[in-house]
């Protein structure tokens, strides 16, 4: 097939990406097979025999196939695949690619000897990612690289010694990554991190909101049982955490307490824990000598060894607490902050109160709790009382119905079962009974903690000896136990993500932002050149939002249709622009920005010959421009000691004359001239933009 007709994908993996089809090429066999023999026979009569072949992971090893046959066997193939694929002992390297960041490649120790030579055979190199981290796992183990052989080079200007490739496409409007998430200077999101065991919990809330970054702990464990932990060391320096743990099962606490006390010690400014639900709540009173208040006593030691931040004490959220005391049980530096669930119930599954519905609680101390939260609505309490020789459960008192003279004649409709936790449903399965004798129509329950012992929840099944409830909602608070409910009628799971997400971020004094659940933005640069590219890094460390997650990418591909020395504005402003449009038509919409920069010199009111910079900034939305006079740079004429039309008229810029002529960066002459760098003054014209948008700083 003729190369000019391959398929090409634009936004294939990632937007701006120019993804070229191997398969186009790999349908033409005798084509690949003489392609694939001229680089053999040029690789070998430049490095001579003995030669392996390093096999690039994916389509890297269909064409070292090819490598291999015209050597007639005589080169072995070493495979070098993504971390996981390969057996036995191997070692890795990471490496990012034009589409994706942080993967690894890995060998085979075995299969690299001290002094082998080998050649890394690829389909296609853009960023040579994958090319140099197999180099460098090669240099690891002793051994050597001496060429790349590669189906498409799609580098663009990139030079790397030695690469030998068959078809060099013009790939118009490829992309390739400059820097992935990019970090800039004031990172201020919060850092959540959990433990395993509310892992799901922790990633639910950090798409809440721009304002949260999530990072990763390691959890293992050494001989004995002891905990083995490890997190990103430095990340949470300077930074507000957020912690989010299960204390259902005591065994964990060990191991959550060192890592806790090792993230204070990094120096955090602040540290919330969300650990939803107490599970020793309930055993907060003592009815004999001997018996131990357990609420209490398990509170301080969990409490008891961590230190202050930076801002002071420990904040810990727990949801629907059993007994307001009990928030006074921790130790210093520790404070409790109690917060409910209730709220969101009334708003998400209660609804408007239209006098249809009215709520129930199972005993007098679940409405001495939580009454006064849900004040005004239509309420009914049950009490357990003597029967006889029997104690059932009866309604003991009904509050707010206006409408009837008699509230203890009130009619019950729908009627809403409240609580803190469920562990055997006994209660809630007796107080539905008490309702439907006193003539409630339908009867649900809403339950914050879902504690069950066993199998109890499928009693609440169709086919179950406590089925009857029309609703039964609880919150995710215990995952492992409501990951049990999916799929289990009655139960519905009410996610509480949103809830710990807005409490830790008022605690930590921080606006919140719009959701994550949008892709992460991507600034495309019009432009290749190391200073311009540092420029943009520098504008988007005074003027992007730290909080917003950003890549940075460049073409090689993007042309100015001008001279590659502008000279006067009109050509500066036309470069930019021309760079700007291009690119326009390349990026499409989402979220994305787009930087044209160009620099030229112009001959100003003064006579003067002046350095001039024009950027464009902006996407499908807005854009804005401006030429930066107030960032220009007087050029003396006896620096370059010519006129600048001859220096044009030799198809030089100012940069490549004063090397040839002085020895200086051509990419950065400025030192010559002023006390600056190019970048910085580039960056200051790009700061000046009067740019408006969600992720930009004023």
């Known amino acids: 097939m003729d190369p000019r007709n391959w398929n090409y994908h634009v936004g294939f993996k990632r937007p701006g990406i120019k993804f070229i089809d191997c398969g186009d090429a790999l349908e033409d066999g005798a084509m690949c097979f003489s392609a694939m023999s001229k680089l053999a026979e040029s690789v070998c009569s430049k490095f001579g025999t003995g030669l392996k072949i390093g096999a690039m992971d994916g389509r890297g090893l269909l064409f070292a196939g090819y490598f291999a046959a015209v050597s007639k066997g005589r080169s072995p193939i070493v495979m070098f695949r993504k971390a996981g694929q390969l057996p036995g002992e191997c070692i890795q390297e990471s490496y990012d690619t034009e589409y994706s960041e942080n993967n690894k490649m890995e060998v085979q120790k075995s299969r690299v000897r001290p002094g082998d030579r080998f050649v890394l055979v690829d389909d296609s190199r853009a960023t040579s990612g994958t090319l140099k981290a197999a180099t460098e796992l090669v240099r690891r183990l002793g051994g050597e690289v001496v060429a790349w052989v590669v189906f498409f080079d799609l580098a663009g200007d990139a030079k790397e010694p030695f690469v030998f490739s068959a078809f060099k496409p013009d790939v118009g409007h490829a992309w390739t990554m400059y820097k992935t998430a990019l970090k800039l200077q004031w990172d201020k999101r919060v850092v959540v991190l959990a433990h395993p065991t509310m892992d799901q919990m922790a990633r639910d809330i950090a798409l809440r909101s721009l304002q949260f970054v999530r990072s990763e702990v390691t959890w293992d464990r050494f001989e004995f049982g002891w905990p083995n932990v490890s997190f990103a060391d430095g990340l949470c ?5 957020l912690f989010v743990c299960s204390l259902l099962h005591p065994e964990h606490w060990i191991e959550i307490n060192a890592l806790l006390i090792a993230i204070i010690r990094q120096g955090i400014r602040s540290l919330t824990i969300a650990a939803p639900f107490f599970p020793t709540a309930t055993n907060e009173r003592v ?10 006593t398990t509170m301080q030691l969990f409490t008891a060894s961590l230190p202050l931040t930076k801002r002071g004490p420990v904040r810990m959220i727990i949801l629907d607490l059993h007994a307001d005391l009990e928030r006074f049980y921790a130790r210093d530096p520790v404070v409790v902050e109690p917060r409910t669930v209730l709220g969101m ?5 209660f609804g408007a109160n239209d006098g249809t519905r009215c709520i129930c609680f199972p005993d007098e101390g679940s409405y001495k709790r939580v009454g006064n939260i849900l004040a005004g609505l239509p309420m009914v309490v049950c009490q357990k009382v003597r029967d006889g020789d029997q104690r059932i459960v009866r ?12 509230c203890y004649d009130a009619p019950l409709r729908e009627v809403w079962i ?15 009974l008490a309702l439907l004798r006193a003539g409630a129509t339908k009867v649900s329950c809403f339950v ?6 066993d199998h109890v929840a499928w009693q609440f099944g169709a086919n179950g000896p406590k089925a009857g409830l029309d609703r039964f909602v609880v919150t995710n608070s215990i995952p492992e136990t409501t990951r049990m409910l999916d799929g289990l009628r009655p139960f519905e799971v009410l996610n509480i993500a949103d809830l710990i997400a807005d409490e830790c971020l008022t605690i930590a004094g921080i606006d919140r932002l719009p959701s994550t659940k949008t892709d992460r933005w991507t600034v495309y640069v019009c432009s290749a050149a190391t200073v311009k590219l540092k420029a943009v890094e520098m504008f988007l460390a005074r003027r992007w939002r730290s909080d917003v997650p950003v890549d940075v990418m460049y073409s090689t591909h993007i042309k100015s249709d001008v001279s590659p020395q502008p000279v006067g504005l009109t050509e500066i402003q036309a470069g930019a622009c021309n760079r700007y449009n291009s690119a326009l038509k390349l990026v499409g919409g989402g979220p994305t920005w787009i930087v044209a920069i160009e620099s030229g010199v112009a001959r100003l009111d003064d006579g003067g010959l002046y350095e001039v910079t024009c950027a464009y900034v902006g996407n499908k939305q807005t854009t804005v421009s401006g030429v930066g006079l107030n960032d220009k740079l007087l050029i003396p004429d006896e620096l370059l000691g010519t006129d600048v039309e001859n220096i044009r008229k030799a198809g030089q810029t100012i940069g490549t004359w004063l090397q040839s002529q002085r020895g200086s960066d051509p990419q950065d002459w400025y030192h010559l001239v002023g006390n600056r760098s190019r970048a910085e003054v580039i960056a200051s014209v790009l700061c000046e933009l009067p740019i408006t948008g969600d992720c930009f700083v004023y």
């Open 287 to 296: 009815t004999k000598p001997g018996v131990v208040a357990s609420a209490e």
């Open 395 to 406: 309604i003991v008192d009904r509050k707010n119905f206006p409408t009837h003279p008699s």
């Open 448 to 453: 914050t903690h879902a504690a069950f012992e």
């Open 237 to 241: 320096v300077n930074r507000d955490v």
């Open 345 to 349: 119930f009334v708003r998400e599954i």
């Open 418 to 432: 409240v609580d803190d936790v469920v562990r055997t449903g006994g209660s809630i399965n007796e107080c539905r």
